[in-house]
């Protein structure tokens, strides 16, 4: 037995403050300070008094009422030196641990028990944790005057320990007894607590009669701040201890933004924006030239954020060092316990009582323990602390990258965006994927630092234990790292590819669902399905690379220190079994611990390498981005300036609340619309003295790219105050002539000259232009409701409001929608028609206080109803009523009698400019081809009879109910369904995880389940084998030494056995670590593929309806955010989750096998695990959801601001929109940081929970060994195991929490696949479809009634009509009358429940859809492009000819255009045609059904986007090219289907009319008649 463990057995009578075993302990014969039980006792006072003096004031003064009442956060202070204070206590409390260890250790010395050696250390324990309670309330309650009882107990504890000290010193007690060297820190300790106090007082209570009061900081006086951080004491900090009540109410009520309130002013983006502003202007101020390369971007971050990085790398080493002690504790503990020495070191006796060194106070197994666990609580903290201010400062860097590339945006060219040279997705690219790179380089970056320290002391601790061998050990890994290296750098390559293939991929997803109306019409989805397919299957190719490179890391971290420890220990055997460094179990044991240390820097090399890899790039990309060209910069006199900075940031975040922005500012914003009135005279004035000119351009010569130039020789005015039109063929420059006014286009001579704003000249006599009211030629929006859009953050004026909507006859919309002007149009206005959004748009530029507008071609999507309407009472009353500015480029020539001045323009410059009686007598040829086209009759009778015909069917709610192609009725089901996806949060069922497994098959499920159980199995069996195999070693050795051998060879103990089994364990455990890995990653490629295999198929198939009723961001999410996931994240989430969980089953298992009494203290433990991992679940998953639910806002401002660029500079709200970004990320970055500070909650609780089981399981050894001799192998092995429990409970929780979220992919997926798709088949098959049908194009339509879905009202009711083979058939009505529906129900596009289309003797019902949509061909009012070739545009089944398409591009008027182009019809077309005008994709989806030339051809209102003069050419080479052939026109302007053989008038879903054009005509009262007499 262990004599110096073991206490002797005393009675209770013995046992006394002083001891009794010793006659001389009361003694004070030589003075009472010569007594060490006196010297003991005098140490009790201090501790006595403090609890005395301050239980009373915290249990009945404000410390009880603190208690009842929450004591808000906006009174929290902290007194100068709080941090210090609370380390001083936390370093004070753990010497008075050791202090108690002491004591207990030295008491075994004595024959009864001496409760002064110990006693005073628990008091002062106790006085600690009161004195720092004590001082929290004083802090909290902010009466820094009872801190005198502080000061006072601070006195006395250090004069007592200071005359204790000098009283050893006096009796020759020094630094090599451990009590003295533990007094001498709490004299320093007490010293240094006091001084503290003394700092407190002075400064604010003794000598100065004015005292300064400390207040809170800023934020914490803003109760919206609820990230506390940055501002509680250090033990709240350390343990998140303030993030109880957050995480325990996430069950009570969801998180949202409103819960997690504001980000501190420290955080927020303008803050850290501000600083990396300051560092790039100082590096910019460094270099004599533009710095080139990635450097200086490196400096300044340096700069910037350098800071908190170091204290992350000092913490992290710090915890580094502090983990060492796990493997030296269990190494010492497992070495005494089965050292056959057990009696401990002598002691020394002076004054009375025994002193015993620091080798004796550390042989102690027990005290081994307490270190141990006070290392571990440490250790974790630290760690965690690393952790935090790294992701913290990663935050930062994001925050200020994605703001600096905002303000970057703001400056961007136009012409980088409409070239091609950078596209959105790049944009969106850099900031959603590069900044989070250099985020996640930040996290890491503290590891390049620490991995080193760490490698180093891990290798020279493994040659203290192992000699030689540990070397070869060492080397065997260092050289399996490059091979580990190779596979990450292969696999970082795998991951590269796969992303080119998966951005390929979206692309093409996204055109596909862009255009699936257009691809189901032509029967063209199999060719795109096909090459979405095709491109899965090369991003399948490189996921299998990715999947392989995947399973061999998994495998190598698994398999590499298997194959170390073997070397090692075979090694070791066979040098070192007769030494003093053969194996043990301490050595074994001890040694295996260095190892799971020694690993981990090891296996994060590739990862750190991999990151700052992808740091580099990103840099590199960042800087290639800020070098980008910028227009010319002109400076809003209200931009923001860096003096009114902190004004602004405590008022940019609002992001919950922007709904009500509007209307909290409403009285600012009417002074500021008085003001404008004001300034509005002013201007007047003095534009009368400028000639009545409010913009000029002269000598202009403009361009987009370099090299060739767009605008020549542009000589123009822009009278003040009146009607300037623009007009001109397709492609002559109207749109550019007005970018480049707006200064959009890149100058390359002459100068713009804008008189709108008074006194503001500058150089060259240029003056810089005001807002402009802009409606570009495609509508953009904002994801925003309809008022925000229209208001655009003008102040609201109800009774203007209300006028804008009458004349752009909105009313009648608002009313459909289900929450009215306060429905959220979505993105890109996706639940609005294409003449919604315009008539937005119009809007928006209307209300503006502006005093120019600039309307480009904003009647294409109108029809002429709605264009009369606007052009009347909109700009010829409304605007010229406010005397307004307004230049409107259309294609509308019938308007040129109401323009005051008109500007022609023909190949890119200013053919003539003038009113129309000038044009008429200076270019009278022009004059009469224009009087040609317009053939406008100005009646204003009729007009007026239109206007009124108009309102009463706008305004009739059966109409709006039956709408078709502009308002498909489902705007709530798209609001709902938005709703909840982005606030889904109860418990993801976990059928979800059952439904992912499923297509996996039984096969592989079977082995994936079978290897990972049976690999786990091994690893513990070899852990076992090594645990019997050391401790027989040493009872070979007690063998050999009762027995006296003298004999080497009798002596030798055989390793072979141990040796052979050992080795066949680890080999074998090696190769079931590479099958579970391969089989995890198969599993998961297997489940990926079909599952967006079965997704495609089902979205293809799916009727219309889907997509009408669903955002289209929704369903292409499900490609690309959900489709990821399934890719790559959940087999690693689900690998790691059984692996940490069948590790921390074995790891249980092994201690409770080794002592059998941990099963009582691991239910309180699994209790605690249980309502922590209860608690974190919810939390994080509503917080991982708000995340993803703030980074689409936020990515969706990117996208919006580019695309709408032209617009926002035009209006100069770029400081406005600056501003949404700040809110944006600010409520992005609080998510983030609360997710993060949850994580953090739950390891520091997981890691002391952890700290306990490492306790308890000692202890426990410990006893078991030394009073049942349990083997010090088994010791050894559960101690091992206790050591790594927290690491796996850490994981269990957080993949449990992870794999939540992302099986909630999986179910979003699995719910589209449930979709019922369109019926394909039809009862006819292809064999019986007669050849080259429908020969004829006879339509003949029995009663037919049709529904876009079941559930919907009919939008055709018993329509009757018969077309005849060659005819030529026009169908007119207002918006809602059915028109569209009627052309969709051609194609069995529509639910038809009653009647027949019979089509040359056969009915539609019967074929299928593939050949029925292939046979004819249809020109759609929104023209659709793909990127790709024009061939590939024009004919994308590859049959026709050359000639054949060179053909059709003749008819359409794109020979010359198409022939001018780089490679003919081998140009290519950029993403949605960007990189022609809106006229010329028109042209080419007229191209296209030239090109199929069936004999069935329907046009939706094809030439919208056209010119008069070329839809003339173009109506009469239709009627040229398809004389044989049946036409069925769609038109919104009557006059295009005058020329019609047949007319058909609907109305609510009704034929009304049905006859000949000129039949109707003569009928005055016919509503054809009335049509046509409103479009002359």
Same mark, same amino acid.
Request: proline content about 3%; aromatic content about 8%.
């Given at each position: ?56 004031? =915290? ?91 502080? =000061? ?62 400390? $207040? ?12 506390? +951080? ?133 042989a102690n197994a027990y005290v081994l323990v307490v270190l141990l666990f006070l290392a571990l609580l440490l250790q974790r903290t630290f760690l965690h602390a690393s952790y935090y201010v790294a992701i913290e400062t990663g935050i930062k860097l994001r925050a200020a990258i994605q703001t600096k590339i905002y303000n970057k945006i703001m400056r961007l060219c136009t012409s980088n965006m409409s070239m091609g040279d950078m596209t959105t997705a790049q944009i969106c690219s850099l900031v959603a994927c590069d900044t989070n790179h250099l985020m996640w380089f930040f996290f890491l970056c503290p590891n390049l630092w620490a991995m080193p320290v760490q490698i180093v002391i891990g290798v020279l601790l493994l040659y203290y234990l192992l000699g030689v061998s540990a070397l070869i050990g060492a080397t065997v890994i260092a050289v399996l790292a490059p091979l580990q290296y190779f596979v990450a750098t292969r696999l970082s390559r795998a991951q590269k590819s796969t992303l080119e293939h998966t951005g390929e991929r979206l692309k093409k997803t996204n055109e596909l669902l862009r255009g699936i109306k257009l691809l189901k019409l032509y029967a063209w989805e199999h060719i795109f399905r096909s090459s979405v397919e095709e491109t899965r299957r090369r991003e399948l190719t490189n996921l299998r690379t990715f999947a392989l490179y995947t399973s061999l890391s998994i495998f190598m971290n698994a398999a590499i220190p298997i194959a170390a420890v073997l070397t090692i220990f075979v090694v070791h055997v066979h040098v070192h079994s007769a030494t003093d460094f053969d194996l043990s179990p301490a050595v074994a044991f001890g040694s295996l611990s260095l190892f799971h240390i020694l690993v981990t820097p090891l296996f994060l090399l590739s990862s750190v390498l991999h990151s700052t890899v992808k740091a580099l790039v990103s840099v590199q990309k960042l800087s290639e981005f800020l070098g980008s060209a910028e227009i010319e910069i002109e400076h809003d006199p209200t931009a923001q300036t860096p003096a009114n900075n902190n004004a602004n940031i405590k008022s940019v975040y609002a992001l919950q609340l922007q709904a009500k922005l509007v209307n909290r500012k409403n009285k600012a914003k009417q002074d500021v619309y008085r003001n404008f009135q004001r300034e509005d005279q002013e201007l007047r004035q003095t534009s009368s003295q400028e000639e009545e000119v409010c913009m000029k351009i002269v000598n202009g010569c403009f361009t987009w790219t370099q090299g060739c130039t767009t605008l020549n020789n542009i000589d123009i005015k822009v009278p003040f105050g009146q009607l300037t039109v623009i007009v001109g063929q397709v492609g002559s420059g109207k749109s550019s002539l007005l970018l480049a006014a707006l200064g959009e286009m890149q100058k390359i001579s002459g100068s ?69 002007? +306060? ?23 209307? &209300? ?67 009113? =129309? ?19 406008? +009759? ?409 529904? &876009?879905?079941?559930?919907? *009202? ?9 077309? $005849? ?13 059915? *028109? ?5 129900? =051609? ?65 359409? +008027? ?121 479009? $002359?």
């Amino acid at each position: 037995m262990m004599r110096g463990y073991r206490p002797s057995p005393v009675s209770n009578s013995t046992l006394s403050f002083c001891g009794t075993d010793n006659s001389s302990a009361y003694k004070v014969d030589n003075g009472l300070l010569n007594n060490g039980c006196f010297l003991d006792a005098l140490g009790v006072v201090p501790h006595v008094f403090l609890l005395f003096s301050t239980f009373p004031i =915290l249990f009945i003064g404000w410390g009880s009422q603190s208690s009842k009442v929450h004591i808000h956060h906006s009174t929290w202070l902290h007194f100068p030196g709080h941090n210090f204070r609370w380390l001083l206590t936390t370093i004070l409390l753990f010497v008075l641990v050791c202090e108690i260890a002491e004591g207990i250790v030295s008491d075994g010395f004595n024959q009864s028990r001496h409760l002064h050696l110990y006693m005073p250390a628990g008091l002062g324990i106790l006085a600690a944790i009161t004195s720092i309670v004590y001082y929290h309330n004083i802090e909290t309650s902010n009466f820094p005057k009872l801190l005198i009882a502080l =000061l006072i107990y601070w006195i006395l504890a250090f004069v007592t320990k200071t005359i204790k000290i000098i009283k050893y010193d006096d009796h020759g007690i020094g630094l090599r007894h451990i009590r003295f060297c533990i007094t001498g820190l709490l004299v320093l300790l007490y010293g240094l607590l006091l001084g503290v106090e003394v700092n407190v007082i002075l400064r604010r209570y003794v000598w100065f009669p004015q005292s300064t009061k400390v $207040k809170p900081p800023d934020d914490l006086q803003d109760l919206g701040v609820r990230f506390l +951080q940055p501002f509680v004491n250090l033990l709240s900090k350390s343990t998140y201890w303030w993030m109880n009540t957050f995480i325990t109410s996430a069950h009570q009520r969801p998180i949202d933004l409103k819960t997690i309130g504001k980000l501190p002013i420290s955080m927020r983006a303008l803050t850290n924006y501000q600083k990396l502003r300051k560092a790039f202007d100082t590096q910019m101020e460094k270099c004599a030239v533009p710095p080139k390369g990635s450097g200086w971007i490196w400096h300044a971050l340096r700069q910037a954020f350098g800071g908190p990085l170091v204290l992350s790398i000092t913490f992290r080493v710090m915890a580094d060092l502090l983990g060492f002690a796990g493997p030296l504790c269990i190494s010492g503990i497992v070495h005494h316990i089965s050292s056959d020495n057990h009696t401990a070191l002598p002691s020394v006796k002076l004054l009375g009582v025994h002193f015993i060194s620091s080798e004796a106070f550390l042989a102690n197994a027990y005290v081994l323990v307490v270190l141990l666990f006070l290392a571990l609580l440490l250790q974790r903290t630290f760690l965690h602390a690393s952790y935090y201010v790294a992701i913290e400062t990663g935050i930062k860097l994001r925050a200020a990258i994605q703001t600096k590339i905002y303000n970057k945006i703001m400056r961007l060219c136009t012409s980088n965006m409409s070239m091609g040279d950078m596209t959105t997705a790049q944009i969106c690219s850099l900031v959603a994927c590069d900044t989070n790179h250099l985020m996640w380089f930040f996290f890491l970056c503290p590891n390049l630092w620490a991995m080193p320290v760490q490698i180093v002391i891990g290798v020279l601790l493994l040659y203290y234990l192992l000699g030689v061998s540990a070397l070869i050990g060492a080397t065997v890994i260092a050289v399996l790292a490059p091979l580990q290296y190779f596979v990450a750098t292969r696999l970082s390559r795998a991951q590269k590819s796969t992303l080119e293939h998966t951005g390929e991929r979206l692309k093409k997803t996204n055109e596909l669902l862009r255009g699936i109306k257009l691809l189901k019409l032509y029967a063209w989805e199999h060719i795109f399905r096909s090459s979405v397919e095709e491109t899965r299957r090369r991003e399948l190719t490189n996921l299998r690379t990715f999947a392989l490179y995947t399973s061999l890391s998994i495998f190598m971290n698994a398999a590499i220190p298997i194959a170390a420890v073997l070397t090692i220990f075979v090694v070791h055997v066979h040098v070192h079994s007769a030494t003093d460094f053969d194996l043990s179990p301490a050595v074994a044991f001890g040694s295996l611990s260095l190892f799971h240390i020694l690993v981990t820097p090891l296996f994060l090399l590739s990862s750190v390498l991999h990151s700052t890899v992808k740091a580099l790039v990103s840099v590199q990309k960042l800087s290639e981005f800020l070098g980008s060209a910028e227009i010319e910069i002109e400076h809003d006199p209200t931009a923001q300036t860096p003096a009114n900075n902190n004004a602004n940031i405590k008022s940019v975040y609002a992001l919950q609340l922007q709904a009500k922005l509007v209307n909290r500012k409403n009285k600012a914003k009417q002074d500021v619309y008085r003001n404008f009135q004001r300034e509005d005279q002013e201007l007047r004035q003095t534009s009368s003295q400028e000639e009545e000119v409010c913009m000029k351009i002269v000598n202009g010569c403009f361009t987009w790219t370099q090299g060739c130039t767009t605008l020549n020789n542009i000589d123009i005015k822009v009278p003040f105050g009146q009607l300037t039109v623009i007009v001109g063929q397709v492609g002559s420059g109207k749109s550019s002539l007005l970018l480049a006014a707006l200064g959009e286009m890149q100058k390359i001579s002459g100068s713009i000259i804008w008189n709108s704003l008074p006194k503001t000249d500058s150089e060259d006599n240029v003056r810089k232009r005001g807002s402009v009211a802009y409606v570009s030629q495609r509508p953009w929006l904002l994801n925003a409701t309809v008022e925000e859009n229209i208001l655009f953050d003008s102040a609201p004026n109800e009774k203007r409001y209300k006028d804008v909507i009458e004349v752009c006859q909105l009313q009648p919309d608002i009313h459909t929608l289900p929450q009215g002007d +306060q429905t959220v149009i979505g993105e890109r206005g996706i639940i609005l028609s294409g003449g919604q959004r315009q008539r937005i748009s119009i809007a928006r530029a209307l &209300y503006q206080h502006t005093n120019v507008v600039f309307l480009d071609d904003p009647f294409s999507a109108l029809d002429i109803h709605l264009s009369d309407h606007l052009m009347h009472e909109g700009i010829l009353k409304f605007l010229r009523q406010e005397k307004r500015t307004v230049v409107l480029v259309t294609h509308k020539l019938q308007y040129l009698p109401n323009a005051d001045w008109i500007i022609a323009m023909r190949d890119g410059t200013a053919q003539t400019q003038g009113s =129309l009686k000038d044009i008429q007598f200076a270019e009278p040829e022009l004059f009469e081809q224009w009087r040609t086209l317009m053939n406008r +009759q100005n009646k204003e009778n009729s007009t007026e009879l239109k206007r009124k015909s108009f309102r009463r069917a706008m305004y009739s709610r059966d109409t709006l109910a039956t709408e078709d192609e502009d308002e498909d009725g489902s705007t709530t089901t798209d609001e709902d369904s938005l709703r909840a996806e982005l606030r889904h949060r109860t418990t993801i069922p976990w059928s979800s995880f059952a439904t992912y497994l499923r297509p996996a098959g039984l096969l592989l499920l079977s082995l994936l389940v079978l290897s990972q159980l049976t690999k786990h199995s091994l690893m513990v069996a070899i852990d076992f084998w090594l645990a019997h195999w050391t401790s027989q070693v040493i009872a070979a050795q007690m063998e050999s030494v009762e027995r006296n051998c003298t004999v080497t060879r009798d002596c030798e103990f055989s390793h072979s056995s141990y040796l052979q089994v050992f080795c066949v364990l680890c080999a074998l455990g090696i190769v079931l670590c590479l099958v579970t890995s391969l089989a995890v990653e198969w599993t998961g490629l297997r489940v990926a593929r079909e599952l967006h295999c079965s997704l495609l198929r089902i979205i293809v198939l799916a009727p219309m309806r889907l997509f009408e009723t669903t955002p289209l961001g929704n369903i292409l999410n499900r490609f690309s955010t959900d489709t990821n996931t399934i890719d790559q994240h959940i087999p690693v989430t689900m690998e790691c989750l059984s692996r940490s969980t069948l590790l921390c089953l074995s790891a249980v298992g092994v201690i409770s096998y080794v002592t059998p009494v941990f099963l009582i203290a691991l239910l309180p433990l699994a209790i605690a695990c249980y309502f922590i991992q209860k608690y974190f679940r919810v939390a994080s998953r509503d917080l991982q959801q708000l995340e993803d639910s703030t980074e689409m806002p936020l990515l969706s401002h990117y996208s919006q601001t580019v695309e709408g660029l032209t617009t926002i500079r035009a209006f100069r709200h770029e400081q406005r929109f600056k501003k949404k970004l700040l809110e944006y990320t600010d409520a992005n970055n609080i998510s983030s940081l609360f997710l993060m500070a949850a994580n953090r909650w739950l390891e520091v609780r997981m890691e002391y929970i952890g700290a306990f089981v490492v306790l308890i399981a000692a202890v426990a050894s410990i006893s078991n060994a030394l009073y049942r001799q349990l083997s010090a192998g088994l010791v050894g092995l559960g101690l091992t195991y206790a050591l790594m429990v927290s690491n796996y409970l850490n994981w269990i929780v957080r993949n449990l929490a992870d794999l939540e979220v992302q099986l909630g992919c999986v179910k979003r997926v699995n719910s589209l696949l449930h979709t019922q798709p369109e019926n394909y088949e039809g009862l006819m098959t292809t064999a019986q479809i007669p050849a080259g049908w429908p020969k004829y194009g006879e339509i003949q339509i029995k009663n037919l009634s049709v529904r &876009y879905d079941s559930t919907l *009202k009919p939008v055709l009711r018993h329509v009757n009509a018969h077309i $005849k083979p060659g005819q030529k058939v026009g169908i007119c009505g207002r918006t809602g009358s059915g *028109k569209s529906s009627f052309s969709l129900a =051609l194609f069995s596009m529509l639910d038809t429940f009653e009647g027949e289309i019979i089509i040359d003797g056969i009915d539609i019902a019967k074929l299928p859809l593939q050949t029925l949509r292939s046979k004819f061909s249809i020109i759609l009012q929104e023209p659709v492009l793909f990127s790709g070739s024009i061939r590939f545009n024009l004919d994308p089944e590859r049959k026709a000819t050359d000639q054949m398409l060179w053909e059709a591009l003749e008819i359409a +008027q794109l020979l010359s255009v198409v022939k001018a182009l780089p490679g003919g019809l081998d140009a290519m077309v950029t993403e949605g045609g960007e990189n022609f005008s809106q006229g010329q994709r028109q042209l080419f989806c007229l191209a296209r059904a030239f090109v199929r030339k069936s004999s069935i051809l329907i046009m939706d209102e094809a030439t919208a986007s056209i010119d008069m003069a070329t839809e003339s050419i173009l109506q009469k080479v239709v009627m040229t090219a398809f004389a044989d052939r049946t036409v069925v026109t769609i038109a919104h302007r009557v006059h295009t289907i005058l020329g019609s053989d047949v007319v058909i008038v609907m109305k609510h879903g009704a034929i009304l009319e049905y006859d000949q054009p000129d039949v109707l005509l003569e009928q005055k009262d016919s509503v054809f008649s009335a049509f046509v007499r409103a479009d $002359k």
